[in-house]
């Protein structure tokens, strides 16, 4: 059971997977049930071809499993368990699976609003899933959402290539237009600005996460730290070329992920840390 859900997590993300390792081991059994959760519909709906009606098979087998009712899906029971002890709500979930939904028929975003609706479900409440798992206070609600928003605002730049062999586009279409962009497939001086006026949307995104960092304690933030410090290693990456997201995927490698992790980790005064890990 316990590899079969890492197995999923680690498909889905090398620098949420990685991370993770900083995590007491309680906190990374949870994270991870949460991802697989998450990385499962995904899955489905990212899928070529798409798998609808498995989409839909698992959604019924998910509620079913709220229900009470015994459902032979190690990930769903899992997450179920998850849900119940940390006190997930409902409509959390329920939004994030509208979410992964919309991913079967709807394929262009016009506006930021349109985005940002749908980041609400596919990432916003990802974060607040996390800030009860880390038994963060009530107060940080709104830099989880943030975290979580950052983070798909900046997979969205990333993988412009991977969403546009889908047919799908996150970005503004009518920001594109703005900026005379007739396809994320070019690489132009127009297209180089789009870009960076989204990573400048990003940025600013995550300045509003960090704001909550002084929140988490620190046996947790050096692994939340170190996740949003490789991404925005990644938007650097960007910025200096825009272009690359029509080439390849920008990620950090394992080792770089596990050296920042050090960093943040020796950055931390011995005593707060042990002081931390030991209450």
């Given amino acids: 059971m316990k590899d079969q859900l890492n197995a999923i997590f680690k498909r889905g993300s090398v620098t949420y997977y990685n991370s993770t390792f900083l995590f007491p081991k309680q906190i990374r059994r949870d994270v991870t049930k ?6 499962v519909f995904d899955d489905l709906v990212d899928s ?6 498995e989409f839909y098979e ?6 079913s499993a709220l229900e009470g009712e015994e459902v032979n899906d190690v990930v769903l029971s899992n997450f179920v368990e998850l849900m119940r002890r940390k006190k997930f709500e409902r409509n959390w979930v329920e939004s994030f699976l509208d979410s ?8 262009v975003y016009y506006t930021i609003d349109e985005t940002l609706g749908y980041m609400w479900g596919s990432a916003e409440v ?8 880390l038994n963060l206070r ?19 730049i990333r993988d412009v290539k991977e969403d546009v062999e889908l047919g799908r586009q996150y970005l503004p279409f009518n920001e594109m237009q703005e900026f005379g962009v007739k396809s994320l497939k070019e690489c132009s001086d127009n297209f180089k600005g789009f870009i960076r006026y989204q990573l400048k949307r990003y940025m600013n995104f995550q300045k509003e996460a ?3 960092y002084r929140m988490i304690p620190i046996r947790y933030l050096i692994a939340i730290k170190t996740a ?3 991404y925005k290693w990644t938007a650097m990456k960007i910025w200096m070329d825009p272009c690359v997201v029509n080439r390849e995927k920008v990620k950090p490698r394992k080792r770089r992920v596990l050296a920042r992790g050090l960093y943040n980790f020796l950055g931390v005064p011995i005593w707060n840390l042990l002081y931390s890990y030991r209450i």
Avoid: C, W
């Fill in 210 to 212: 960090e704001k909550g």
């Fill in 34 to 39: 949460l991802y697989a959760f998450v990385r």
């Fill in 58 to 63: 698992m959604r019924e087998k998910f509620e």
């Fill in 138 to 156: 009530e107060e940080s609600t709104y830099h989880a959402r943030m975290l979580g928003r950052a983070m798909q605002y900046l997979n969205f």
């Fill in 48 to 53: 070529v071809p798409q798998r609808g009606k």
């Fill in 100 to 107: 992964m939904e919309s991913d079967l028929h709807k394929k």
């Fill in 126 to 133: 990802v974060g607040l899933m996390m800030m009860r798992i």
């Fill in 228 to 230: 949003g410090d490789m």
